[in-house]
């Protein structure tokens, strides 16, 4: 079984960046297609950004194409760079593996290891 440990996260102005990292313990995530999903107070888990296990496909939710990129170190890390933050992202950002690639990336039930989360919040 693969645990996943966020890190990044912070207190950053509207227009600033922060960069994400979840990191695999017990073993890889090797062949895993892995996500990022946020969850804001009162509301539910949204999806942010995919990204398959072979690197080839990735997948962003509308509010953050163009602003957050979703990269990956195959086996060990992946990471979510986000710029030109708003204060709508806002949120507990959460890392997801899922072992069984090819399903559908934007879903939270595909994934079936979650990280424990890492909160960023956007003042304005």
């Known amino acids: 079984q693969v645990q996943l440990v966020e890190s990044g996260g912070g207190l950053v102005q509207a227009g600033g960046s922060l960069r994400l990292s979840c990191a695999a313990s017990?073993?890889?995530?090797?062949?895993?297609?892995m996500g990022w999903f946020r969850q804001a107070p009162g509301k539910e888990r949204e999806f942010v950004a995919a990204?398959?296990?072979?690197?080839?496909?990735t997948y962003y939710a509308d509010s953050v194409k163009g602003r957050f990129t979703i990269s990956r170190d195959n086996a060990i890390s992946v990471y979510l760079q986000m710029n030109s933050l708003k204060p709508e992202d806002t949120a507990v950002y959460y890392c997801a593996a899922d072992p069984a690639v090819g399903n559908y990336p934007g879903r939270a039930m595909t994934y079936d290891y979650w990280g424990q989360g890492t909160q960023v919040t956007v003042s304005s």
């Open positions: 017990g073993r890889t995530f090797s062949g895993y297609d």
């Open positions: 990204i398959r296990w072979s690197s080839v496909g």
